[in-house]
């Protein structure tokens, strides 16, 4: 018995879908014209042929390779035979089986698909799609598409589960014909047949992503993603939080112990920050700001209304040198006001951690801070009313679904949502994935700041910055040294940061040198970032687990040793640990050649800018929206049709009509949901 052919359910599934229906979008590659058939004499080295005739000898071929090999002749013979009287057409088959022996004898008649070559005896296809016909055997009306595919699945059986489910599914247009009309927009059943099964004179570019078909799927997704962010944002306006309407005079004690002031942009987002958590619905804030923009001191402000109210705040970093870094810092400005700061990470074991865990439920901690443990089960807060996001962009979807997860209190109330990032929101960007969010920018770092003067150099000059590291160092300054980027392995990583290590102790016996890096555990790392801090070290060799975040104001050189190897914006992280005091700050670049071309730009883009801005827009430049948000990093659920970049007037025009519908047709809005996002809208609610 032959094998039962997949069904549509099984070839949507190898496919990596979740519903059949989503086979109606799976979409073609391209298209091959199996709609006529080219005379053998008119065949030409090189074309994508259909031909037709009878097979007039068939024989295996040993030599070189066994293949059946059949010679096809036109059925029925020409009145012009080709000038160069071949006539013929020879077909090899390397891959055949014993019952097409059988079946392919002379007199059967053929149809092959293939590229025809210049062969030894004449033209040849090797392989074509082949099938025995009868005389007059219809040929198929429409072209036939070419779809993405997977092992194990061939074209035709892709090809009829397509054909089978858009005979099946709902192809109602989801819009009204107004807009599509105003916007020149073909409607959806034709464009899915079209594109499926376009008629023999369709365009040939009708796979190319320009085309009006690829158009209108392209603003049917753009449009889905808006009327879900909206449709999010409604929901979050529909939530109710705490309203944390003052501070009780917290934020005036706190500054007066500090020796400096607010600058202007701290104290504009502070304000904007401040209406937000005042209101009874969630906030959903990103505060902005260059490196070393004074984020920090700008959250702690933020969390004191929540503690004013007898409330719990909960501070979020990504990694654990960061979240210990935050600790301290806020430990050291709440405590001084009669505020308990506590500390969560997973590096907190036994006793310590099961007491943490006990004064986070009773509410005895004012202010929680830690990694994503913070967000784990097994942390249950008393009553927590903010949560505030260091570095947010490094955090996945998912930690962020988890962290809106345990907002949701018996009491009803969503806590306000404070997240802080130094990575800029491309405009693209802004009007999509994050178009639910609030933004306040701090616009200047506060004064005293000497810009970093950043140099690139070769590694040949190594020797020459180690020595002159000696003097540097002595002089007062301190210095960290990145060792190179090994992206393949962490276990490598490591290796040349302790030879670096080894190396500079030696080189520089008179300096005291510390070493920290991502495998060390979290009490060791701790301890050397004290010392660095305290300023009993002169230079602390380091790989990238410096990179966010970590502020010694007194360090003033920042070495990077292989800088071709890192991206921009780690880059700008890493040059953003110095220039944070009044000294002086320095940058050097070390490369190994020979570089790239794209490593040549990036470090040129980094010698010539300071602002993180202009960085941002020049690395998204380079590497285009998709691979700046870091699709896997993000956990955003990446467009399939559309691109941000190219499709900004399809974007826009989704918009407007996101919020056409929304207040005047939710029928459409509701069909056309269940159609682009029929697993609801979970993921956009992050
Ligand atoms: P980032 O925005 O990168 O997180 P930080 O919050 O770490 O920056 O601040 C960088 C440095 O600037 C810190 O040492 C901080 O104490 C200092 N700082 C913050 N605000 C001010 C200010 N208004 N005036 C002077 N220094 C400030
Ligand atoms: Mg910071």
Redesign the pocket.
């Known amino acids: 018995m032959p094998p039962a052919r997949p069904t549509p359910e099984t070839v949507a599934r190898k496919l990596g879908y979740h519903a059949p229906g989503e086979l109606a979008l799976h979409l073609p590659l391209r298209y091959e014209d199996e709609t006529r058939l080219t005379p053998l004499h008119a065949l030409r080295a090189g074309d994508i042929a259909q031909v037709e005739g009878c097979i007039a000898h068939a024989q295996i071929q040993p030599r070189p390779r066994r293949q059946l090999v059949l010679e096809v002749r036109e059925a029925e013979p020409r009145s012009h035979p080709a000038e160069d009287g071949r006539t013929g057409l020879f077909c090899r088959l390397i891959h055949f089986y014993p019952n097409q022996v059988e079946q392919l004898k002379p007199g059967v008649r053929v149809r092959l698909f293939g590229e025809v070559r210049a062969g030894f005896l004449g033209h040849e296809m090797v392989h074509p799609r082949l099938r025995v016909v009868q005389p007059g055997t219809p040929l198929p009306t429409s072209l036939t598409p070419v779809y993405p595919g997977v092992a194990g699945l061939s074209q035709n059986v892709i090809r009829q589960a397509v054909r089978a489910t858009l005979a099946q599914i709902d192809l109602t247009e989801s819009l009204p014909q107004d807009l599509l009309r105003h916007l020149r927009l073909p409607g959806f059943a034709q464009v899915l047949w079209q594109l499926h099964a376009p008629s023999p004179d369709a365009p040939l570019d009708l796979a190319k992503r320009h085309a009006p078909g690829w158009r209108r799927l392209k603003f049917d997704e753009l449009l889905a993603q808006q009327l879900s962010l909206r449709l999010a944002a409604r929901q979050r306006h529909a939530l109710c939080a705490q309203a944390l309407t003052q501070d009780g005079g917290l934020g005036e004690r706190l500054l007066a112990l500090l020796p400096f002031s607010l600058t202007p942009a701290q104290h504009r987002v502070l304000e904007e920050i401040r209406r937000d958590l005042a209101r009874p619905h969630p906030m959903n804030r990103l505060l902005q700001g260059d ?1 070393g923009s004074g ?2 001191l700008v959250a702690a402000l933020a969390v004191l209304p929540a503690l004013a109210a007898g409330t719990q705040a909960a501070v979020m970093a990504p990694t654990e040198i960061l979240a210990e870094q935050l600790y301290r810092k806020l430990h050291e400005w709440l405590t001084p006001l009669g505020l308990r700061v506590a500390w969560l990470t997973a590096a907190l074991k036994g006793r310590a951690r099961r007491q943490t865990l006990v004064d986070i439920a009773t509410g005895r901690v004012h202010v929680a801070v830690g990694t994503q443990a913070l967000f784990q089960a097994g942390v249950i807060f008393h009553n927590l009313s903010l949560a505030v996001v ?2 947010q962009h490094r955090f996945g979807v998912e930690q962020r679904l988890a962290l809106r997860e345990k907002g949701h209190g018996a009491d009803g109330l969503t806590p306000h949502l404070l997240m ?1 990032s ?1 990575t800029p929101i491309p405009r693209s960007l802004a009007m999509s994935y994050y178009a639910d969010l609030d933004v306040s920018v701090i616009d200047a770092l506060p004064p005293g700041r000497t810009p970093v003067r950043t140099r690139v150099m070769s590694l040949d000059r190594r020797d020459e910055v180690i020595a002159r590291l000696r003097d540097y160092c002595l002089g007062g300054a301190q210095a960290y040294w990145v060792c190179p980027l090994v992206e393949e392995s962490e276990k490598l990583q490591l290796k040349a940061a302790e030879a670096s290590h080894a190396e500079l102790t030696a080189a520089l016996p008179e300096l005291a040198i510390g070493l920290v890096h991502g495998r060390m555990k979290q009490a060791e790392k701790a301890a050397v970032m004290a010392a660095f801090k305290a300023g009993k070290l002169h230079l602390l060799v380091a790989t990238t687990v410096i990179e ?2 970590v ?1 010694v104001p007194n360090a003033a050189l920042m070495v990077i040793e292989h800088a071709e190897r890192y991206g921009l914006a780690q880059l700008h992280q890493l040059r953003g640990r110095v220039g944070r005091g009044a000294r002086e700050s320095n940058c050097l670049l070390l490369y190994g050649g020979p570089l790239s071309d794209a490593a040549r730009q990036r470090l040129h883009i980094i010698k010539e800018n300071t602002d993180g801005f202009a960085i941002a827009r020049e690395d998204l430049r380079l590497r285009g929206p998709g691979e700046f948000l870091g699709a896997r990093q993000s956990g955003l659920p990446m467009l399939r049709f559309a691109d941000l970049e190219e499709d900004l007037d399809l974007l826009q025009a989704a918009r407007g009509a996101a919020e056409d519908l929304l207040a005047q047709r939710s029928d459409a809005v509701h069909r056309h949901l269940e159609r682009w996002l029929p697993r609801g809208l979970d993921y956009f609610r992050a």
């Open positions: 490196v984020k920090t260091d570095e802080l130094a966010v975040g502020d």
